[in-house]
C-alpha cells in the first residue's frame, strides 16, 4: 500500500513569513495529491489538490507543486496570516482510497 | 463540510459497550469511508464503501464494523469499546474524481 510521509511536523512562522511542508510517497502508481486543513474542533477541509499531469497548481495564496520523478510534494502558503494557523495534512492515492501524512501542526505568530 | 453530518459529536461510554456512530450526506455521492485521528498518526481508513452493496476493510478495521443502509448514510459499529478506541472519528464522501469531503467528526471517548 502507500506510505505517505510528512514534514515537519510543527512549523511556526512570523506573520506574513512564507510556510512550507513536505511530503513524500512511495507508490510510484499515485497520480492524485490532496492537501487539508484542520481547524480546532472541525473535520479536515480540501485547501487544494494536483494530479500527476501538472507540475504545480496555485490558488491565491496557497501553491502545491509535485515531483513524481523523486515521489514527493509540498505545499506553499505565502504571507501567512493568523487565520492560516490548524493542522494541514497531505495525502496521496491508493487506487481510490488515500492514504494520508500525519500531520504539521502549522502555527503563525503575530 | 455541512453536506456531510454525523452523529453523536461527542460520546463518552464505558468498556464493552456497544456504540454507533452515524454519518449522513446530501452530496448525492456513491463512496463513503469511515476514519480513525490520534496525535500525531494522521487519519487512518478504518472502512469503505463505493456503493450500497460493496463494503471493504480499511487498515485498522479490527474491532469495528460498518453498514450502509442507503447511498446516503453509512454507520460505524463499536460492537465492545475499548479504551484505545478513543479517538476522532471522520466520516467522508466522494465522488468518482477522488477528492474526499468530510464530516465535523465524533469525539469518542471509552473509560
Known amino acids: 500500500g502507500e506510505n505517505v510521509e510528512q514534514h515537519p511536523s510543527t512549523l511556526s512562522v512570523q506573520e506574513g513569513d512564507s510556510a512550507v511542508i513536505k511530503c513524500t510517497y512511495s507508490?510510484?502508481?499515485?497520480?492524485?495529491f490532496p492537501w487539508y486543513k484542520q481547524e480546532l474542533g472541525k473535520g479536515p477541509q480540501l485547501i487544494i489538490d494536483?494530479?500527476?499531469?501538472?507540475g504545480e497548481k496555485k490558488d491565491q495564496r496557497i501553491a502545491v507543486t509535485l515531483n513524481k520523478t523523486a515521489k514527493h510534494f509540498s505545499l506553499h502558503i505565502t504571507e501567512t496570516q493568523p487565520e492560516d494557523s490548524a493542522v494541514y495534512f497531505c495525502a496521496a492515492n491508493n487506487d481510490y482510497k488515500l492514504s494520508f501524512g500525519a500531520g504539521t501542526t502549522v502555527t503563525v505568530r503575530a | 463540510d455541512a453536506d456531510v453530518t454525523q452523529t453523536p459529536r461527542n460520546r463518552i461510554t464505558k468498556t464493552g459497550k456497544r456504540i454507533m456512530l452515524e454519518c449522513s450526506q446530501t452530496k448525492g455521492h456513491d463512496r463513503m469511508y469511515w476514519y480513525r485521528q490520534d496525535p500525531g498518526l494522521g487519519l487512518r481508513l478504518i472502512y469503505y464503501s463505493f456503493d450500497v452493496k460493496d463494503i471493504n476493510k480499511g487498515e485498522i478495521s479490527d474491532g469495528y464494523s460498518v453498514s450502509r443502509q442507503a447511498q446516503a448514510k453509512f454507520s460505524l459499529s463499536l460492537e465492545s469499546a475499548i479504551p484505545n478506541q478513543t479517538a476522532l472519528y471522520f466520516c467522508a464522501t466522494s465522488d468518482f474524481g477522488l477528492a474526499q469531503f468530510f464530516g465535523p467528526g465524533t469525539r469518542l471517548t471509552v473509560l
Open positions: 507508490d510510484s502508481a499515485s497520480n492524485y
Open positions: 494536483i494530479r500527476s499531469n501538472v
